[in-house]
């Protein structure tokens, strides 16, 4: 009987272990639960085409057409860094540790998290229409001196988790963070291959448009660097086009460049003087352009300069 009893005693511990969660208990005698799940349900990840980032302030708009990630912020629309958009929905979709801190909701603010003002970043699918079907959200309140743990909750749950802080990079709303800033950045290698012709208008010269024409051909000297160069470099920071009209700004530089099909890929360049020192700008066109970006980058110097032929 004693050993009838033994085994049942050691089946219920068993039951007990794998059946809840793990109770730990902290230095202030409360009971603590830890959890492991998701931020963002995997089976979700297909039907994802909007993400919101930022908070009361600032938000920053990702959205998919066409299979491509653009971004919004106010007035400008530009295209994403894919690469990180797509890191950032893997990493919330992977498991990690959740501890319970606090279920009061009365106490959000000791943590940080305020559903009108904490950074959030939440993910939909929504229509044209601009109806949601939201999928997840979440709020992030402090995090630790060393940045290795945040507190945070999600939108239909008032109980506040700690957990490792792998999202840090992801709490900007700065466009250049997350904006693809490449002159054409649907190219690939094969684009840059496919270019055969290449035109330079030099406006800031003292003669005519066709005197200040050059053409280039594949198989010219230095022709096959110059390209590179155009598909290799980057802008720095988003603009929207309108700042094209400012006062002072300068047309001073065209490129047409021309694949084997005759497609056209175009870089205006631009220059400004705002009292203190030169800057320059460039816009950009293409075959595959989506009609709704309507930017232009800030270049540097040496960027403008790598574009002289």
Not at 183 to 188: G, S
Request: charged fraction near 25%; include cysteine.
């Amino acid at each position: 009987m004693k050993k009838k009893y033994l085994i049942l005693t050691i089946i219920c511990i068993l039951l007990i272990f794998t059946s809840i969660p793990k109770l730990i208990e902290n230095g202030k005698g409360k009971n603590i639960e830890v959890t492991t799940s998701a931020l963002l349900n995997k089976k979700y990840i297909p039907q994802i085409n909007s993400i919101y980032v930022g908070d009361s302030v600032d938000v920053l708009h990702f959205y998919k057409s066409n299979d491509i990630w653009l971004c919004n912020y106010g007035d400008i629309n530009f295209y994403a860094n894919e690469k990180m958009v797509l890191e950032m929905i893997e990493n919330f979709s992977k498991n990690r540790t959740l501890t319970t801190i606090d279920s009061n909701i009365k106490n959000h603010n000791l943590y940080g998290i305020s559903e009108e003002s904490s950074f959030n970043i939440s993910f939909y699918n929504e229509d044209l229409a601009g109806n949601k079907n939201e999928f997840s959200k979440i709020y992030f309140g402090y995090e630790n001196s060393d940045r290795t743990t945040i507190y945070l909750k999600g939108n239909r749950n008032p109980t506040v988790y700690s957990a490792q802080n792998d999202l840090y990079s992801y709490f900007s709303t700065q466009l250049e963070h997350y904006g693809n800033n490449s002159f054409f950045p649907l190219a690939n290698s094969s684009t840059e291959k496919s270019i055969s012709k290449i035109e330079i208008f030099d406006y800031s010269q003292e003669n005519n448009l066709e005197n200040s024409k050059k053409i280039k051909y594949r198989g010219d000297s230095d022709f096959e660097d110059f390209v590179y160069k155009t598909f290799s470099s980057l802008g720095g920071k988003f603009y929207t086009e309108d700042i094209l009209a400012s006062d002072n700004m300068i047309h001073i530089k065209k490129i047409n460049l021309y694949d084997d099909k005759n497609q056209l890929y175009t870089l205006d360049i631009y220059s400004y003087f705002n009292n203190i020192e030169e800057q320059y700008f460039i816009k950009t066109s293409f075959p595959e352009k989506t009609s709704d970006v309507n930017y232009v980058l800030e270049i540097s110097s040496w960027t403008k300069s790598r574009l002289d032929f």
